[in-house]
């Protein structure tokens, strides 16, 4: 039997014809209809935070962020992260930073960040990496002394906890993604999570093509990225389980923890002290010195049993094709390393102990059985 790196959460069947059953008596299919509505109402009771504003997906929730806050310049952020974050920035017209990571979890240095901020700097982009959370109180402490803004990439951190704050109540804005692979979904979608309520309107007039909100003007230049009501439905289901997913999540990396852990050459995702995870992926560094295999053959050795672990993130970003010769590179060599000896394991609510076991078993006899 083969087993994906992801496989989506569902609601039953039944329970989603339910949901959008209503939704061919009112034919109000898609701009900020009763199910959006409602479905941000219950994320900010969910994620603990002020604000939240629904996009198509956390992507374009990413570039609203940047662009309503009027960046301008330069933005710090890392390199070990998904496309999407220097993409978005670069979109936005922004020049992307690269600060390096640091060994313990792979977010954002603080202690290499401040070297890097200059005249034009305007916001760091921190990013909340595998569901694990940036020192957000160094970030903080950075930001107010140079007056700056923090936008964080938390595409990873749906329902994350620090000290029972929502992790998206830290920084300006935060970036949530509920795309198929993520924690939470609503097949495609996002949002933004934020404090300043003065913000609401630039968000609006950023997915809905510039417009001000119930008027006929068009202040900004924009696109579309609005979250329709199917896929809100979607997540007023998904919503009502997530708990239960993350749970079984839970499960197996315990069960993954158990078996891989002190493992000598592997280094293993680990808890952070005063957190609530959300349990949204389990990445693994090989040390092939030590351990004897390297990442590549450690993937190719799960896929020949059928199993398809993920290089996540590799490349670095800032290695992109497209941005080639275009900015400045800093050095990143925590970062570098990452990159190149990372394997995220397969993890989802439904991978069963024995599927976890069996993984195990492939990794730990080097290929060599199992
Ligand atoms: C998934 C992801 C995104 C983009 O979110 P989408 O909803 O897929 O557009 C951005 N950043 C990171 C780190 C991600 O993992």
Not at 119 to 125: E, L
Not at 226 to 234: S, V, Y
Not at 247 to 272: D, M, S
Request: net charge negative; charged share 25%.
């Amino acid at each position: 039997m083969s087993i994906n790196v992801t496989r989506s959460s569902m609601p039953d069947f039944d329970e989603y014809i339910e949901e959008i059953k209503d939704l061919w008596d009112s034919r109000w299919l898609t701009n900020m209809g009763a199910k959006h509505n409602k479905l941000q109402e219950e994320l900010c009771g969910y994620l603990s935070v002020d604000n939240v504003s629904l996009f198509t997906n956390g992507h374009l929730a990413l570039e609203a962020a940047l662009a309503a806050m009027k960046l301008t310049g330069e933005v710090i952020t890392t390199p070990f992260t998904f496309s999407s974050t220097t993409q978005a920035i670069v979109r936005c017209g922004l020049t992307p930073v690269f600060c390096d990571v640091r060994p313990e979890d792979y977010t954002i240095d603080p202690a290499k960040l401040e070297a890097l901020i200059t005249d034009k700097t305007s916001a760091i982009v921190p990013v909340h990496v595998y569901g694990s959370i940036c020192d957000v109180y160094a970030i903080e402490r950075i930001a107010k002394k140079h007056g700056l803004k923090v936008i964080y990439d938390a595409a990873h951190a749906f329902g994350v906890r620090m000290e029972e704050r929502g992790i998206g109540s830290f920084g300006d804005a935060a970036m949530f993604s509920f795309h198929a692979t993520k924690v939470f979904n609503t097949v495609e979608g996002g949002c933004v999570t934020y404090a300043d309520s003065s913000l609401t309107e630039r968000l609006m007039m950023q997915k809905n093509f510039g417009m001000r909100p119930g008027g006929e003007s068009y202040p900004e230049v924009a696109g579309n990225s609005k979250l329709d009501e199917f896929r809100a439905a979607m997540g007023l289901c998904n919503l009502r389980h997530v708990d239960g997913e993350i749970e079984k999540r839970k499960a197996a990396v315990v069960r993954y923890t158990e078996r891989l852990g002190g493992v000598p050459g592997l280094k293993i995702w680990r808890e952070q002290p005063g957190v609530k995870h959300n349990y949204a992926y389990f990445p693994v560094v090989f040390d092939k010195e030590t351990f004897g295999l390297d990442r590549d053959e450690a993937a190719a050795r799960l896929l020949e049993h059928g199993i398809s672990a993920r290089k996540y993130f590799y490349p670095l970003t800032s290695a992109l094709k497209c941005y080639e010769g275009r900015f400045e590179l800093q050095e990143t060599p925590v970062a570098e390393y990452a990159a190149k000896n990372v394997l995220t394991l397969p993890l989802f609510a439904d991978l069963t102990m024995e599927d976890v076991d069996r993984i195990c078993d492939i990794i730990l006899s080097k290929g060599e059985q199992a």
